[in-house]
């Protein structure tokens, strides 16, 4: 796979492209990419993915609190890193990446000036996929009557994909979000083809899972508001060839400290050793209940107690299952 950034002047040969934020990769995702490598595949060209750094909404979230205005909505939460959504997407096959950073000069782009500069001179693409509501420009004053129209005289294809849908419901990355803050892992895997994980290097923190007789591995966290919180029986993976069972702490702690900051902490079940800067992937697979604040930390440990046992039954109950 080939990642590229900005306005590369390498000689790249044309592509077949899709558009689009692909937070978290989920079933409607899946299909797009799977119907993209298969007609580049046909068409001789690359498959290429076009996504953008920071989230849209991050950037118009952040000109706003820099301009002193109030943020009626904001931005969503990530289901994914920048670097768990490559990976996902290097798994489906996808022959190149390039990482448009979401800024001010970019954002302003008349939807026309997008099409010339971005898709037909940078990238060369030759046949477009995006889904029935895309919209593109400033203001996202383009829409796909526009970007078919202007594929004449830049010469590129446009097909639309119609969204898919489970159960009556429309597959998207605000669902999956829903699913997931409701605590319902079953439905957010339903959304996703996959449950639901989070990857991220080990970190020092400030160790009192050790002093509590339960030492945990900090999974560091790239955004302080991940879509889920609670205390899961969870599954890590990265620590030799199979996957070992764990409980997993992810939220603020608020036994601890009143940072308001986002932690995730794994503790390993039959676990000895040095996990620092290793990454890790922690897959969640059962909610055993909401983070909560204690009156003191002995009664945290009992509770922490309590939350092994419940996590290990789950888990030895899913695997004889």
């Known amino acids: 796979m080939l990642l590229t950034h900005g306005a590369s002047d390498a000689a790249l040969p044309p592509v077949a492209l899709t558009v689009g934020n692909f937070d978290g990769i989920h079933c409607g995702h899946r299909a797009m990419l799977q119907r993209l490598v298969s007609e580049a595949s046909k068409r001789t060209l690359v498959s290429c993915v076009l996504t953008f750094e920071p989230h849209p909404l991050e950037f118009f979230e952040r000109m706003r609190q820099q301009a002193g205005e109030s943020v009626q909505r904001p931005a969503p939460t990530r289901l994914s890193s920048l670097r768990e959504k490559l990976e996902l997407l290097a798994a489906h096959q996808v ?78 990355s605000s669902a999956v979000r829903a699913a997931l803050a409701a605590g319902d892992l079953a439905s957010a895997e339903a959304l996703l083809g996959r449950r639901y994980s989070i990857s991220g290097r080990v970190v020092h923190g400030r160790k009192l899972g ?94 922490i107690v309590r939350d092994c046992e419940a996590a290990k039954s789950f888990l030895l109950e899913s695997r004889d299952a």
């Not at 999974?219 to 199979?242: D, F, M």
């Not at 794994?266 to 983070?291: C, M, N, P, Q, T």
């Open 95 to 172: 022959g190149r990446i390039h990482i448009q950073r979401f800024a001010k000069p970019f954002a302003a782009l008349e939807p026309e000036t997008f099409v010339e500069q971005v898709l037909a001179k940078r990238l060369k693409a030759r046949w477009i996929l995006i889904g029935e509501d895309f919209r593109f420009g400033a203001k996202r004053a383009g829409d796909v009557p526009l970007l078919k129209n202007l594929g004449r005289r830049y010469g590129y294809e446009v097909e639309t994909l119609p969204a898919v849908a489970q159960a009556g419901t429309r597959v998207s």
């Open 210 to 303: 050790r002093e509590l007789g339960f030492a945990t591995a900090n999974v560091q966290l790239k955004h302080n508001r991940p879509p889920l919180t609670g205390i899961y029986a969870v599954r890590v993976h990265g620590i030799g060839e199979t996957a070992r069972a764990a409980v997993a702490s992810l939220g603020v702690r608020p036994t601890i400290t009143a940072s308001g900051r986002a932690v995730l902490e794994v503790h390993l079940f039959d676990f000895s050793g040095d996990l620092y800067d290793a990454h890790l992937r922690v897959e969640f697979l059962h909610k055993i209940r909401d983070e909560e604040k204690y009156s003191d930390l002995e009664t945290l440990k009992a509770q």
